[in-house]
């Protein structure tokens, strides 16, 4: 079992940055393909950014350019960087582990609140 612990969010001007922190702990960190989700008010959570296990990411096009995601497998740690950040991007930001071996196992974090706005 995975437990996965978000930490970093805040509120933030438009134009800000913020950076996200998810610890694992229970699991083979370097295994699994990490990302973050995001769900703000009244809507779906959506996908935003991933890093696989062999470091390939994949994101979302709102975010391209200004969102950056790293993994630190030593410290069984996920950052993402939020630059630029604008009032859309407002949500509470999932983390998420991921892994398939005979079947798809999926961790969530309980998520953390980041606020754009002036």
């Known amino acids: 079992q995975v437990q996965l612990v978000e930490s970093g969010g805040g509120l933030v001007q438009p134009g800000g940055s913020l950076r996200l922190s998810c610890t694992a702990s229970?699991?083979?960190?370097?295994?699994?393909?990490m990302g973050w989700y995001r769900q703000a008010p009244g809507k779906q959570r959506e996908w935003v950014i991933t890093i696989t296990s062999g470091g390939i990411i994949r994101y979302r096009n709102s975010v391209k350019g200004r969102f950056t995601i790293s993994r630190d497998n030593a410290k069984n740690t996920m950052y993402l960087q939020m630059n630029t950040l604008k009032p859309e991007d407002t949500a509470v930001y999932y983390c998420?582990?991921?892994?398939?071996?005979?079947?798809?196992?999926?961790?969530w974090g309980q998520g953390t609140q980041v606020t754009v706005s002036s």
């Open positions: 229970g699991g083979i960190f370097s295994s699994y393909d």
């Open positions: 998420n582990a991921q892994i398939t071996r005979s079947a798809t196992m999926s961790y």
